[in-house]
């Protein structure tokens, strides 16, 4: 994934400018000073009607994509790794690592591993429109996301930020990360929104590479933990419930009968409560 993705998640821009995922918004007195408007000296105090000849893009975030967060943390020691009575077993680890690359990409250099903004998925398209700056606007069909973040849709318009340039009508499949619902106002140049000034609210996406699920990958990834990268996986576990004391019923003693009434614990389910846990990784 390009390092561009970390400066558009970073919020460092010109006093001037308003700040946005996908570029920069211009305030409404350039918007109103803009050659396009083709008046000369304009107050910028006017407020200038949509101008059909306006093509610029405007890309700024709608919904942040946002991941639950964990209630507890943990620590998995590389070091204890198969030690007796340690909770750190190959068996452990692996279960951890799958759980790791759904969270996961690669950095375009493969030197390091970095959280996925968003859900990771999927992505079929069509390029339908090139926004500039590398964002395209396209018609894609996508599955849902592993972690159940993001549903599945067909025939949709999307913003997509791909590794490399394509041409417009250019077709493609490729894995990308979601980042959350945005906003475009833009003049569409394809049929059958043609020159119509709009705006348009889709999901977008950044092309990402995964990590693979191999024995070298996961081998890689203790090497990274061994040398120090602060790597953490927040997974879904159960625990025994501590209300009936994961029985999933508490007991009513009943006078004169020999069995207990079984009142159903209204705290889990079957014994069990589920807790978000994060898990960092350490040499
Ligand atoms: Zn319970």
Redesign the pocket.
């Known amino acids: 994934m390009r390092a561009l993705v970390l400066a558009l998640l970073c919020a460092a821009h010109a006093a001037a400018q308003e700040p946005s995922l996908f570029g920069v918004k211009k305030s409404p007195a350039q918007d109103a000073t803009a050659p396009s408007s083709g008046v000369i000296g304009a107050s910028p105090s006017v407020a200038v009607p949509e101008d059909p000849e306006d093509t610029s893009v405007v890309i700024s975030p709608f919904r942040p994509q946002k991941r639950p967060e964990a209630k507890e943390t943990r620590v998995f020691s590389m070091a204890k790794l198969n030690r007796p009575l340690a909770y750190e077993t190959t068996k452990e680890l692996q279960r951890l690592f799958t759980a790791f690359i759904q969270q996961h990409v690669q950095e375009a250099t493969g030197r390091e591993l970095v959280p996925a903004p968003g859900p990771v998925t999927t992505l079929e398209y069509v390029v339908q429109q090139d926004l500039g700056d590398g964002r395209l606007l396209v018609k894609a069909n996508w599955v849902a996301s592993g972690d159940g973040l993001l549903p599945a849709a067909a025939e949709a318009y999307a913003v997509l930020m791909p590794e490399k340039s394509k041409a417009v009508g250019e077709k493609g499949q490729c894995v990308v990360t979601g980042v959350g619902m945005v906003s475009v106002r833009f003049t569409p140049t394809f049929a059958p929104l043609a020159g119509r000034r709009l705006t348009l609210r889709r999901e977008a996406f950044i092309e990402c590479t995964l990590i693979p699920e191999t024995i070298e990958s996961q081998e890689k990834f203790m090497e990274f933990v061994k040398s120090g990268a602060e790597l953490s996986v927040i997974t879904a576990e159960k625990f ?11 007991r009513e003693v009943q006078k004169g009968k020999l069995d207990d009434k079984r009142i159903p ?5 079957s ?3 589920t807790m978000r846990i994060e898990t960092k990784f350490t040499p």
């Open positions: 025994p419930c501590k209300a009936c004391g994961g029985l999933g019923f508490t614990c209204t705290a889990c389910e014994g069990k409560v």
